[in-house]
């Protein structure tokens, strides 16, 4: 079992930056894959960035390429989302989860948090 608690969620101007963490528990975060989706009002819940359990393999989104970065610190349990150059088109509930395998599809995560609301203003 594998809870997901997401924080670092705000309002920002357009060009600005966040970063989104995910807290774990759970004694095997380190054997996920852990993976950032978002969903904005009136969308279906889309897959933004995902990285393998040992960090060394990472997959994302066209949409946030060059702007988007994820990292994890498996002995905090933790992952993150570093989000630059901040677009209107980015507002969204972020949520993480929990997938097991390496980068697994859509399908196979298992455990999500509750969302944290990133909206940018322009």
């Known amino acids: 079992q594998v809870q997901l608690v997401e924080s670092g969620g705000g309002l920002v101007q357009a060009g600005g930056s966040l970063r989104l963490s995910c807290a774990a528990s759970?004694?095997?975060?380190?054997?996920?894959?852990m993976g950032w989706f978002r969903q904005a009002p009136g969308k279906e819940r889309e897959f933004v960035f995902a990285?393998?359990?040992?960090?060394?393999?990472?997959s994302y989104s066209p949409s946030v390429l060059g702007r988007f970065t994820i990292s994890r610190d498996n002995a905090k349990n933790t992952v993150y989302l570093q989000m630059n150059s901040l677009k209107p088109e980015d507002t969204a509930v972020y949520y993480c989860?929990?997938?097991?395998?390496?980068?697994?599809?859509?399908?196979?995560?298992?455990?999500w948090g509750q969302g944290t609301q990133v909206t940018v203003s322009s």
């Open positions: 759970g004694r095997t975060f380190s054997r996920y894959t």
């Open positions: 989860a929990a997938a097991p395998g390496l980068l697994p599809p859509r399908s196979k995560y298992e455990y």
């Open positions: 990285i393998s359990w040992s960090g060394s393999s990472t």
